[in-house]
């Protein structure tokens, strides 16, 4: 076994640790002093260290690559590796976190929230340093807990519970099929070893990659799973961020990426993954353009943005994927904050309601400018250069692919400078112009949006060790980035954003998943714990009467007479005793007398037997 003190069980543990001891610490009696307890008031500064410790041991591990390989059981080994796409993916982690923790200690949570931010993201490190489905399987599941957890953080309130359910049973669905691909994985293999499921026999690795398809799908949220994204944004914004840029939603792109050796081995999994992925991206991008809620359109953006990675695994641009995903995660986490930092200072994030919410605010006004700029592709911007690595790729399996991912890239840029629009226009009425909040806050949002604008530049393919990929030509950078330019010149301009009604509402996915699986589910789940209390449990509880009766019938009937027996037999040996005692008188002549008498008796005795 090889191990290394920086390595990734270091960097996983030392997060998984902290975040499982946070919430526990905070655990204090009702009759706690008045206020946050002590707990509460470091948990900020604990969680903040850890994460900065967490981000040392990733750039660490991503320089030195270690690895630690142990036997789950004999013949079957595991473990956790730092190569090229997991050294980007765990730095990328720990950088999101440590922003969002430093912005999040300014607005007063507790040990809770940041035990299972800390979880959170432990969970996602042990998924991409995994190097076999045992390990990935328990981050993948770990990752999926704390997400529910932290979906429904203000649990009192029934709604926000009610949201983390429909995450978490629309993800539970597609995680299924990791669970089956391990399966598969078995009989066709015989090993779980990630590197090798592409020499899986047949039909095994179809049903393999079936398997990882669909459970990469319903994690990043692409269709037709998308919509529990939307019930996510009820979680507190440096939540979203986290969820929506570096973690959970960017575990499926991460597999798809990591596993597409296994897709191109089928013939079928890599073509199929490229058009899930774009028209994700397209349909999500309809949906992003017509909503009038700054956190549902950022909701519907990521699973546009996500298409672009998932494009990316399906058409062999592991790079260009990779570079999307870290750029985006930059982008979007800087996007979420600052939308929730509105929400804090206005109470709102209506997007009509938040006219001159930049002009007041102007440094996160600014720093939202940037993220929304470079959402919407606008050269020399990050994601200009990263979607259009994806775009090349796509253009040497597929013109129609091309067409179709052009398309998406030109509904990005509108329902980016949509966002814009809507938060830079001028108030009706006079306002106060307002700080950036405290250093702990616009800190962070000031590094996000400068990481925002020049992530694209990072010679990717150098990094991630895959100087062979397709990459975009002059004609195609120039072509995106003047769409990207007249459009968002075109939607700041215009009077009417064009706003398709029929994507107003999820495309009613998440009605028709309501009606077809979360209320069947939830009512099974009902009625399965009626029957737990009435049939089950009321069979324990029967029994425990009945043992109940049985000892007190005993006491009653049985051990009663026992102890009147006893009693006699005692009181009867007393009474002997006290005949016994009578004659000792302490006189030698009457003991002499009495053996005379007894002696005569037992002469009488063996004279009448004989």
């Not at 359910?165 to 070893?193: E, I």
């Not at 319903?218 to 944004?233: T, V």
Request: hydrophobic content about 60%; proline content about 4%; overall charge positive.
């Amino acid at each position: 076994m090889i191990f290394t003190v920086c390595g990734p069980p270091l960097l996983a543990g030392a997060l998984l640790l902290a975040g499982a001891l946070l919430p526990g610490a905070a655990a204090r009696p009702a009759a706690a002093v008045e206020g946050r307890g002590r707990a509460d008031r470091w948990a900020p500064a604990v969680g903040v260290g850890v994460a900065v410790l967490a981000l040392g041991a990733a750039i660490t591990a991503a320089v030195t690559r270690p690895a630690s390989r142990f036997a789950w059981l004999p013949g079957w080994s595991g473990g956790l590796a730092m190569d090229g796409l997991s050294a980007v993916l765990a730095v990328t982690v720990a950088s999101v976190l440590t922003a969002i923790l430093v912005y999040a200690s300014g607005e007063g949570y507790g040990a809770r929230f940041f035990g299972l931010m800390l979880l959170f993201a432990g969970a996602m490190l042990v998924t991409v340093t995994a190097s076999d489905l045992v390990l990935l399987l328990m981050g993948w599941e770990v990752m999926g807990a704390t997400s529910y957890a932290l979906i429904g953080y203000a649990w009192q309130d029934e709604g926000r519970v009610r949201s983390a359910n429909v995450a978490f049973l629309t993800t539970r669905a597609g995680d299924a099929g990791l669970y089956a691909a391990a399966g598969f994985a078995v009989a066709g293999t015989h090993s779980l070893d990630l590197a090798a499921l592409p020499a899986a026999d047949d039909p095994w690795r179809d049903l393999i990659a079936t398997g990882v398809v669909l459970a990469a799908l319903g994690k990043s949220a692409q269709l037709p799973f998308s919509y529990w994204l939307s019930r996510a944004m009820v979680g507190p914004s440096p939540v979203s961020a986290l969820l929506h840029s570096a973690t959970m939603v960017a575990a499926g792109a991460y597999l798809l990426l990591r596993l597409h050796p296994l897709l191109a081995a089928t013939g079928w999994a890599d073509t199929f993954v490229c058009w899930m992925g774009v028209l994700t991206a397209l349909v999500m991008g309809a949906v992003a353009l017509a909503q009038r809620d700054l956190k549902q359109l950022l909701a519907a953006s990521t699973c546009a943005q996500i298409g672009f990675m998932v494009l990316g695994a399906g058409a062999a641009s592991i790079s260009g994927g990779t570079s999307h995903l870290v750029a985006h995660a930059a982008v979007k986490s800087l996007l979420f904050l600052c939308a929730g930092a509105w929400l804090a200072a206005l109470g709102t994030q209506r997007l009509d309601e938040l006219r001159g919410a930049a002009r007041r605010h102007r440094l996160v006004g600014v720093a939202f400018a940037a993220g929304a700029l470079a959402l919407a592709g606008l050269p020399p911007l990050s994601l200009w250069l990263t979607k259009d690595a994806v775009l090349a790729a796509a253009g040497e399996r597929s013109s129609f692919l091309l067409a179709a991912g052009l398309a998406a890239s030109v509904l990005s840029a509108a329902y980016a400078a949509k966002a814009l629009r809507a938060v830079w226009r001028p108030a009706y009425g006079p306002s106060e112009r307002g700080g950036g909040g405290p250093i702990v806050q616009w800190l962070p949002l000031t590094v996000l949006a400068v990481a925002a604008c020049v992530l694209g530049a990072v010679p990717w393919r150098r990094a991630l060790g895959v100087p062979g990929e397709a990459k975009p030509d002059g004609w195609e950078l120039a072509a995106s980035g003047v769409l990207a330019v007249v459009v968002v010149v075109a939607v700041v301009f215009v009077r009417r954003v064009p706003a398709p009604a029929w994507a107003l509402d999820w495309l009613y996915l998440e009605r028709a998943a309501e009606v077809v699986a979360v209320r069947p589910v939830l009512a099974a789940a009902r009625g399965l714990a009626r029957f737990d209390d009435r049939v089950v449990d009321g069979a324990v509880r029967a029994l425990a009467r009945g043992t109940v009766w049985t000892a007190g019938l005993t006491v009653r009937r049985v051990e009663i007479r026992v102890d009147g027996l006893v009693g006699a037999i005692g009181s009867g040996a007393r009474r002997l005793g006290a005949l016994a005692r009578r004659p000792q008188a302490g006189q030698v002549h009457l003991y002499y007398a009495q053996a005379a008498v007894v002696l005569a008796v037992l002469v009488v005795i063996a004279v009448l037997a004989g």
